[in-house]
C-alpha cells in the first residue's frame, strides 16, 4: 500500500498552457516527421531508379537482388529517413515554440 507521509503538502496541477504547448509541438514534430520519411522514401525511390534503372530492392521480396545492392538501400534509406525526421523534428519546434 502506497501511504503519504504526514505533514506532507499535496499540491494539484492543472494542465498549464506550457503543458498544452508541449503536447501540441510533439504531436505536430511526429506528424512532421513522419510526412518528412515518407518523402524521403518517395525521393530515395525515384532517384535509385534514375540511376540503377530498376526500383530499389523491398526487404521483403525474394528476388535476385544482390546482398550488396540490398545493403546499400537500406543504409542511404535509413540515413536520408533519419535525417528527414531529425530535421522536421527541429524545424516544428521551432515553428511550435
Do not use: C, F, N
Not at 518517395?42 to 537482388?65: F, I, N, Q
Not at 538501400?73 to 528527414?84: D, K, M, Q, T
Request: proline share 5%; no cysteine.
Amino acid at each position: 500500500m502506497i501511504g503519504i507521509a504526514p505533514g506532507t503538502d499535496l499540491e494539484v496541477h492543472p494542465v498549464g498552457e506550457s503543458t498544452k504547448q508541449t503536447i501540441v509541438a510533439k504531436v505536430t514534430g511526429i506528424a512532421v516527421a513522419g510526412a518528412a520519411a515518407w518523402v524521403a522514401q518517395k525521393v530515395l525511390s525515384k532517384a535509385w531508379t534514375a540511376v540503377t534503372g530498376h526500383e530499389p530492392p523491398d526487404p521483403e521480396d525474394d528476388s535476385e537482388a544482390r546482398l550488396g545492392e540490398i545493403a546499400a538501400a537500406a543504409v542511404i534509406s535509413g540515413a536520408l529517413v533519419a535525417l528527414a525526421r531529425v530535421l522536421a523534428a527541429r524545424g516544428a519546434a521551432k515553428y511550435v515554440k
